[in-house]
């Protein structure tokens, strides 16, 4: 039981974000709050690394190189998630975010030459209807809808990347993206300033460590329960919070139309999770090879 209450809290950390961005309300640039989060969730890391973890400082040059891309595409992701927020409300924000399984499927298929199942298929036709109901082109401003659609690829390139390098979450990969993501978005305190910094650290600082602390129960849970359940628990903990967070702090209130796209999309993105991991029977049948027939299924996502 334990492993799951510290993935629900890793998921609620994540699920927060949007509350803190709001709560920040644009005391501090954006760009800095960026950075930011990054930095302390990496000292955080560091901090609870130095005390527990064993060897998470050591680094060769293949892991610095692979680090290194692995903090760009997120540090590049999460900036674009941060900045969304500007333009976008947060329910908006987090069940377009939840698109991302529907683009591991797609480019893990093309890079990975993974097998296409019929579940897949059907999870594919489920998410294009919800998309089609919620309408993205529809809300207030495309920039908003545009970087969410980058920092889904970005973080599906970044899945699709580590599965093909043989790679998982671990406490030191975590801990050495983080400070990569720095150090690619240390310029932007220099250039933005801090703002009033003064007025709003304590938002700032639950929106860094409770990043940190996020990633912390996310490799924790991994660990111990079988990813496939964890990456559901992250889609369904992630979205529903952020959606409390949206109609209890800041009073928002959800269209029926919304709500009606939002649960479809999230059912199509635990359906295909749940038989990518679990399924059985005819829908859980290879009905498509993106590549040669002799390509190896890899399982795990």
């Known amino acids: 039981m334990r492993r799951y209450i510290v993935a629900l809290l890793g998921a609620i950390a ?10 920040i309300d644009g005391a501090v640039p954006i760009m800095t709050v960026n ?37 760009l595409l997120i540090g590049t992701a999460m900036s674009m998630f941060n900045t969304a927020f500007l333009y976008l409300t947060i329910p908006q924000v987090y069940i377009l975010d939840a698109l991302f399984p529907f683009f591991v499927l797609v480019l893990g298929g093309h890079f ?4 296409i199942r019929a579940s897949d298929i059907i999870a594919l036709i489920l998410g294009a209807i919800a998309i089609a109901v919620l309408n993205p082109m529809g ?23 580590m599965r093909k390098q043989g790679a998982e979450y671990t406490f030191k990969s975590t801990f050495w993206m ?21 007025t709003s650290w304590h938002w700032v600082a639950l929106l860094g460590f409770g990043t940190g602390l996020g990633y912390i129960c996310f490799n924790y849970a991994l660990m111990r329960i079988k990813s496939q359940t964890m990456n559901i628990m992250l889609i369904l903990g992630t979205t529903i919070f952020g959606f409390l967070t949206a109609v209890l702090v800041f009073k928002e209130v959800l269209a029926t139309k919304f709500l009606i796209g939002s649960g479809l999309l999230l059912f199509a993105g635990v359906f295909l999770k749940y038989m990518r991991g679990f399924g059985k029977g005819r829908l859980a049948k290879i009905v498509y090879y993106a590549g040669s027939k002799k390509a190896k299924l890899l399982q795990r996502e």
């Open 112 to 115: 990975l030459k993974d097998g």
């Open 14 to 23: 994540i699920g927060s974000v949007g509350m803190w961005i709001n709560l």
């Open 35 to 71: 950075f930011l989060r990054v930095f302390l969730a990496a000292v955080l890391l560091a901090v609870i690394g130095g005390i527990f973890g064993k060897g998470i400082f050591k680094l060769n040059k293949k892991e610095a190189s692979y680090y290194l891309i692995l903090g």
């Open 139 to 161: 809300f207030q401003t495309q920039a908003g809808v545009s970087l969410i659609f980058v920092e889904v690829v970005l973080y599906a390139l970044m899945l699709v990347y």
């Open 178 to 198: 983080f400070l990569f993501a720095s150090l690619f978005l240390a310029p932007f305190p220099v250039i933005y300033g801090f703002g009033s910094l003064s």
